[in-house]
């Protein structure tokens, strides 16, 4: 499958329609890539206009449908790049970039099932990539956030 025919899916268009159906508390989370490079005549269909300015173009796009948005980004040794996720929501309270390690930790014990109630045993108690010291490091390489 070509860029071109994916590209629907990252326009400004399709974040709308995405935003429409979410609670008004809800959070969007999506693959926020890495820094894709593309050509200039791809900005018609959803892409940056710029190469490789994927993660920043994603970003703004991102706040210009939700009040709020988040870049985390984590290592991918295999890709030899950046790579990660993006959050964006209209609730002050659940903007990612605002949340502590310690805040994550305390939502992720309240929601997580105790051993013997969960329904699989990779569902018990801790997630296996995901707690608040990760969250707290996958934050780290943007300084910029509230400023």
């Keep these: 499958m070509s860029l071109q ?9 399709q974040f709308h329609l ?4 979410m609670a008004t508390k809800g959070v969007f ?6 820094n894709v490079c593309t050509g200039e005549e791809q900005i018609d269909t959803g892409y940056p206009p710029a190469p490789c300015k994927y993660v920043s173009w994603l970003h703004s796009t991102l706040e210009r449908v939700w009040a709020h948005g988040t870049i985390a980004n984590s290592p991918q040794p295999l890709w030899l790049d950046f790579h990660g996720f ?5 609730d002050p309270e659940a ?8 805040e994550i930790e305390a939502r992720l014990e309240a929601r997580l099932n105790r051993v013997g109630e ?6 018990a108690g801790k997630l296996q990539y995901y707690d608040g ?15």
Excluded: F
């Design 133 to 147: 010291v990760s969250h707290d490091e996958m934050l780290m390489m943007d300084n910029r956030w509230d400023q």
């Design 29 to 34: 989370a999506t693959h926020g890539g890495g």
């Design 95 to 102: 903007v990612a970039h605002r949340l502590s390690g310690n």
């Design 5 to 13: 025919e994916t590209a629907w899916l990252y326009s400004i268009d």
């Design 86 to 90: 993006q959050y964006a929501t209209d």
């Design 118 to 123: 969960e329904s699989h045993p990779n569902l």
């Design 18 to 21: 995405v935003k429409s159906v």
